[in-house]
Every structure is written in C-alpha cells, then in structure tokens.
C-alpha cells in the first residue's frame, strides 16, 4: 500500500515525437500516474505541448488527471552552469506547487520526456531536488541518437571504435576531442561543426527525428556543411524552435 505521503514519480521516455515510438511500458505508467503535468514552453514550441497532449489522449481513457504547467525560461546571461542550476530550481519548485495542489495526500505522479531521461536530459537531476517522499523511477525510450542512426540506416559506431557524446558548446570551445574518431553531437544551437576543420570528417544530421516534418542530410563535412547550416535556419524559421542532432566521424571509417 502507498504510503499517504509518498509520491511515486515516474519519468517516462517518449521518443523524438513520433506516438510510435511509446513502449508498452511507457503506456503501463501513463495509465497508472494519478496526474501527469505536462510543460508549455510558450506559443514558438506550441507543436512540443500539442504532441505531449496528442499522446495523452490516445493513451488516456480520462484525460482529467493530466495538469499543463508554464515552464520558466532559462537565463541567458552570466554563467551558463549558474544559470542551468537556478532554472533547475525554478522547475523543480514548480512540480512542488503542482503535488502539493493535486496530490496533498500522496500518489502516482508521471511526466512525460522527450527521448530517454537519462540522455542530455535533466529531469532527473530536478527530480533529486524535490523533498523526500520521492520514490523515482524511470521508464527508457527512444532517444535521439537511436532514431539519427535508424533515419540514415547506419551503426553509431565504427568497427569496433568508440563514441564519444558531446555538446555543441563543448565541442565549439574544446575542438574535437583528442583520442576519438566519432563524435555524437547534442544540443547544438551554433552548428559547433561548421568550424571543424572539415578534411576527412563526414557528416550525418537530422532534425525534428521521428516527427512528420523530419529533416535529415549527410555527407563529407566539407560537401555539406553550408547546406546543413541553411536549412537549420529556414526550419527554425518556418517552426519557431527546432531540435537536431548529428554524428560526425573522421578517418578511414568517415563512411
């Protein structure tokens, strides 16, 4: 029996957007959560929200229990990492408020993540910041890197090589990093890549994985990088927001 204060938070991996790509498992614990809260991020990413509620209602019998909260914005000024922890307290504050005003007496709480929760994903750090009572589970799903790989039919690894993931920030301020010849890229708002000294190096990128207006483009850095940077813009333009991501390998294997 669930004791009355408790909060059984479980955070489900959804996808890249697509309603296939929910597990069986991630259902089971939508049907289960006593209420979802789902995040608006304003009227620009007004297509993440309407597909969170999309699949609600395709899941749901009784789509009452399902909460939408505003998501406070991230600071763009002073230190980034300063900046992330603050926000992340923001959120998690947010959540607090939400449990305390629908479930004073304790229950099954679920919020639905983009991808898995556990990829360059912080949910579960703000998860951590809430007060005990918490009980955290996670249900995996398909990330973006999964569905970069399946949208260009090719392994993420080289033969028997490494993968190294990284952030666009990081690789625009470090370079490539040494010791490695693939690199998988996230959260890349600068296109870090079209910096890269391109000789050797291809590329395989792909936006809005796994949703109707998926984009995808690959090539030798060199061939395409231009291209990829034009038509990031103008999808970010039509859309408002946009999210991609790309691998990059260099060497013998590029191919």
């Keep these: 029996m669930n004791d009355r204060r408790t909060i059984d938070l479980a955070l489900i991996g959804i996808g890249t957007g697509n309603p296939d790509h929910l597990t069986r498992a991630a259902e089971a614990a939508m049907r289960a959560a006593d209420l979802i809260l789902l995040p ?56 607090a408020r939400e449990i305390a005003t629908h479930l004073p007496e304790g229950g099954r709480l679920a919020l639905l993540v983009w991808g898995d929760p556990s ?18 589970s996670v249900i995996p799903g398909i990330t973006s890197l999964q569905a970069l790989t399946a949208a260009h039919a090719m392994p993420l690894n080289a033969l028997a090589a490494p993968v190294l ?28 890549f079209a910096d890269l000294p391109p000789r050797g190096v291809h590329i395989w990128w792909g936006a809005y994985l796994g949703m109707p207006q998926q984009a995808i483009d690959a090539g030798p850095l060199a061939d395409v990088a231009a291209r990829i940077v034009t038509t990031r813009a103008a999808l970010r333009a039509d859309h408002g927001w946009i999210m991609d991501t790309y691998l990059l390998r260099r060497g013998e294997d590029a191919r």
């Design 40 to 95: 608006r991020k304003g009227a620009a990413r007004s297509d993440l929200i309407d597909l969170r509620r999309a699949i609600c209602a395709n899941v749901l019998a009784d789509t009452r229990r399902v909460v939408e909260f505003d998501l406070p914005s991230r600071d763009a000024e002073g230190d980034y990492l300063d900046a992330v922890d603050r926000w992340h307290d923001a959120i998690a504050a947010i959540w």
């Design 165 to 192: 993931v990284t952030t666009g920030r990081r690789l625009r301020g470090d370079g490539w990093p040494p010791g490695v010849d693939t690199l998988a890229v996230m959260l890349d708002g600068h296109c870090a």
């Design 119 to 136: 990829l360059y994903d912080s949910t579960i750090r703000i998860a951590r910041r809430l007060k005990a009572g918490i009980r955290l």
